[in-house]
């Protein structure tokens, strides 16, 4: 199924504000050292990784993950969605090994003097029973960032496919490289050795979701709402929420560092 350009063009549109508003915010500014990166790579994190449940509740909505298998849904959805998963959940680091994404952040966050431990902490608890929002308010997870999570969460749970897919293409996937522009900088220059994995992680997600993510997402919203008014507006309505929770996490970020 073509993708439905029109209804994209106009959705972009619609988000071009809030989209403003996240590239002007003066979160990027604020990080000019070291150990400014670290404070922000360990609140950022949680957003990196409810990003892989984002694509995970996708899978399940578009594709059968269940034994025995049985043909399941939209086949271009199933290979839009497989295809997304096979770079975000396999991907290669420099060395060309397989990994995540979020592996790689943490390696990259290992690298450069970044706090794992409460991201540890929070994957050992959901390994071991424990829901994600008593892990978050167990834990002391930042406010911002338990916001920003537990709205991740609502959208997965409404079970709504076509909602989901919103958030993870205009709330993630679709702004994320213009996001790692304001932020890569001269990092690498000024600190050889210790943020090489992070460039590489942000050089990475640029290349792939403007070359193949991004435009992959967009043809899966548009399956999914069809000509379906109402979904579209859904669509709408949830990334600009997503667009909203983005500038709180930033505000989390930010108040953190200049604290720090």
Not at 164 to 175: K, Y
Not at 216 to 237: N, P, T, Y
Request: charged share 25%; aromatic share 10%.
């Amino acid at each position: 199924m073509p993708i439905n350009h029109e209804k994209i063009q106009w959705l972009q549109e619609e988000l071009k504000p809030h989209r403003e508003a996240l590239m002007q915010h003066a979160l990027y500014e604020n990080i000019q050292d070291l150990n400014n990166l670290r404070v922000f790579m360990e609140h950022h994190v949680f957003a990196v990784w409810d990003f892989m449940s984002l694509l995970k509740s996708l899978q399940r909505h578009l594709t059968c993950v269940e034994v025995p298998w049985v043909p399941f849904g939209n086949p271009a959805n199933r290979r839009l969605i497989n295809a997304i998963v096979l770079e975000e959940e396999t991907d290669v680091d420099q060395d060309g090994q397989p990994i995540s994404h979020f592996e790689l952040y943490t390696r990259a966050m290992e690298e450069c003097g970044a706090d794992t431990s409460l991201m540890l902490e929070f994957l050992y608890g959901l390994q071991h029973g424990k829901s994600v929002y008593t892990q978050l308010e167990n834990l002391p997870v930042p406010g911002n960032t338990q916001d920003f999570v537990k709205h991740t969460f609502q959208i997965i749970q409404s079970g709504q496919p076509h909602r989901i897919a919103a958030a993870f293409t205009f709330g993630r996937e679709d702004v994320i490289p213009d996001m790692f522009r304001c932020m890569v900088g001269d990092m690498s220059r000024r600190y050889p050795g210790t943020v090489d994995t992070f460039q590489y992680y942000m050089d990475r997600h640029i290349q792939l979701d403007e070359e193949m993510h991004s435009p992959l997402a967009m043809q899966m919203v548009s399956i999914l709402c069809g000509q379906d008014e109402d979904k579209w507006r859904q669509c709408h309505e949830e990334a600009i929420a997503c667009y909203r929770m983005r500038l709180h996490l930033w505000d989390g970020i930010l108040a953190a560092i200049q604290k720090a």
